[in-house]
């Protein structure tokens, strides 16, 4: 039997050193910092560079940009030379192979969650077909982040391209998800935000600020769910 490939993860919308680290400590292959304003886990290039700073070898910082101008995509690029680009917005095809100029990127698409909404995938792979990847996540007003998912029965069978998803994913379910969708794509990578965020005293989620214990579970799922696809 042949091994079965690693789920890639990458943990987003790290605002704190002591964050970054813990994600890092916790096993994740990338971290995500919202260079969007109106995101409540949104930084600026600056402090972007500065959490990535301290990233060991092969941890990939990811830079997730929201219909950007051509300075603010320079001046992050100028900062952090090395990161991988997300664009979550509307941005054209076109315009994602201009910014990265031969940089690795990653293409958001976002997905309805009602069913009767049509959507179709192949066709939006196809418009980006230089990216790296495809995300995956949940259609909400404020472009990701929202902790909803979308029904994943609609990706179709067999996606001939990097998959990420993203959209509500938690410890709880994302071995559900790996589950689902490794076998029908080329490779899989998980992307989770507000599943492993802390939360106050009266319950709600502390937005842009990471729980370790939440980060190790997250990982450890995803692990054990690789884990039991080699059985």
Same mark, same amino acid.
């Given at each position: ?108 698409? /976002? !997905? *309805?969650? @009602? ?5 179709? =995938?192949?066709?939006?792979?196809? &418009?980006?077909?230089? #990216?790296? %990847? ?19 029965? /609609? !990706? *179709?069978? @067999? ?5 990420? =998803?993203?959209?509500?994913?938690? &410890?709880?379910?994302? #071995?559900? %998800? ?20 802390? !939360? ?26 690789d884990a039991r696809r080699q059985t």
């Amino acid at each position: 039997m042949s091994p079965v490939a690693r789920t890639r993860i990458k943990i987003c919308g790290l605002t704190r050193e002591a964050d970054v680290r813990a994600a890092v400590d916790a096993g994740a292959d990338a971290v995500g910092f919202v260079l969007y304003a109106n995101s409540p886990r949104a930084v600026d290039a600056a402090r972007a560079a500065e959490l990535a700073r301290g990233l060991p070898p092969f941890v990939t910082p990811v830079l997730l940009f929201v219909n950007p101008a051509d300075a603010e995509v320079a001046q992050a690029l100028a900062l952090l030379p090395s990161a991988t680009l997300q664009f979550h917005g509307d941005e054209t095809a076109t315009d994602c192979v201009r910014w990265a100029a031969g940089r690795p990127w990653v293409r958001a698409a /976002r !997905i *309805p969650v @009602d069913p009767a909404i049509p959507y179709d =995938l192949l066709d939006f792979m196809h &418009a980006h077909r230089l #990216a790296t %990847g495809i995300l995956v996540d949940t259609l909400s007003p404020g472009y990701g982040g929202s902790g909803l998912t979308f029904p994943w029965s /609609r !990706i *179709p069978p @067999d996606v001939d391209c990097h998959l990420v =998803l993203s959209g509500g994913l938690t &410890a709880a379910n994302v #071995a559900e %998800g790996v589950r689902l969708l490794a076998p029908r794509v080329r490779s899989l990578a998980v992307d989770v935000s507000s599943g492993v965020e802390a !939360i106050d005293a009266t319950g709600a989620t502390r937005k842009g600020i990471k729980d370790a214990r939440k980060m190790q579970q997250f990982v450890a799922a995803v692990r054990a769910a690789d884990a039991r696809r080699q059985t």
